[in-house]
């Protein structure tokens, strides 16, 4: 038995690495939810395929287990595995033992692409977990406040408000939190890399009263340019 659990990209078939292509077209069995499962189609052909939802994905992978025998299970992760599914991933080893891991290109990547803003002077923070937020709210605060870029992505939970998190919410949070957000510059990214690809950019606060999908990625720009050639110091000297 061999179980892997990989990164297939944001959504765009485009986006899938060569490794993972040749990890799911050599397996025997996919596991996955509907949206991942699509990125990867015209790999799975001919493959015994289980598409799973959050409430019956215990189920599909206890009933996989005693039937695996030697065969090879592929769990496809939209995105990067490492990235806002660690949950997931953690199970997956209780269950199968030894998972091998394969990371992939996550939306957080291709977002701070498009909005220029570089990872390496920026702060990347995931709401979308099951666990309490309100560390990560004030994580996203400091970050802000000590001038970082912040890559974000939201947590929808609409059938408990308490819990759902997207930038309408966040917008409202940050104002009420005594930031300037009439002045904060934003990105919002859906669906990105596929063909229903949408972005805004404006301010924080147009942000209050819009609804976004639950494939929706954040990016505060407070990115100025800071070029090599403001460190001539290291090669005139």
């Known amino acids: 038995m061999k179980v892997y659990a990989v990164g297939v990209g944001p959504g765009s078939p485009k ?7 040749e990890i799911v077209q050599n397996c025997d069995v996919v596991i996955g939810y509907k949206y991942t499962l699509k990125t990867i189609e015209e790999l ?4 015994e395929i289980y598409e799973i939802t959050m409430n019956d994905q215990e189920d599909s992978y206890q009933k996989i287990l ?16 490492n990235f806002s599914e660690s949950e997931v991933v953690d199970r997956l080893i209780e269950i199968f033992g030894e998972v091998e891991i394969v990371p992939g290109i996550s939306s957080i990547q291709v977002a701070a692409s498009r909005a220029k803003v570089p990872l390496d002077k920026s ?3 995931t709401m979308h977990v099951t666990t309490p937020i309100e560390d990560k709210k004030l994580e996203l605060q400091k970050a802000l406040i000590d001038g970082f870029s912040v890559v974000l992505v939201p947590r929808p939970w609409p059938k408990q408000p308490d819990k759902h998190f997207m930038p309408s919410e966040i917008a409202v949070y940050l104002r009420e939190h005594n930031f ?4 904060m510059k934003v ?3 859906e669906a990105i890399t596929t063909e229903n690809e949408t972005s805004f950019e404006g301010t924080v606060k147009e942000l209050e009263g819009k609804e976004f999908s639950d494939l929706s990625v954040m990016v505060f ?7 090599y050639m403001n460190y001539r110091w290291q090669w005139e000297n």
Request: a neutral charge.
């Open 221 to 227: 720009n407070q990115v100025s340019l800071d070029s």
């Open 15 to 21: 986006y899938v690495t060569e490794i993972v292509k």
């Open 187 to 189: 990105h919002v990214f």
């Open 66 to 81: 005693p039937e695996l025998g030697d065969r090879t299970l592929v769990i496809p992760f939209t995105g990067d595995v």
């Open 123 to 125: 702060k990347v923070i």
């Open 44 to 47: 799975i052909v001919g493959k």
């Open 180 to 183: 300037k957000t009439e002045k």
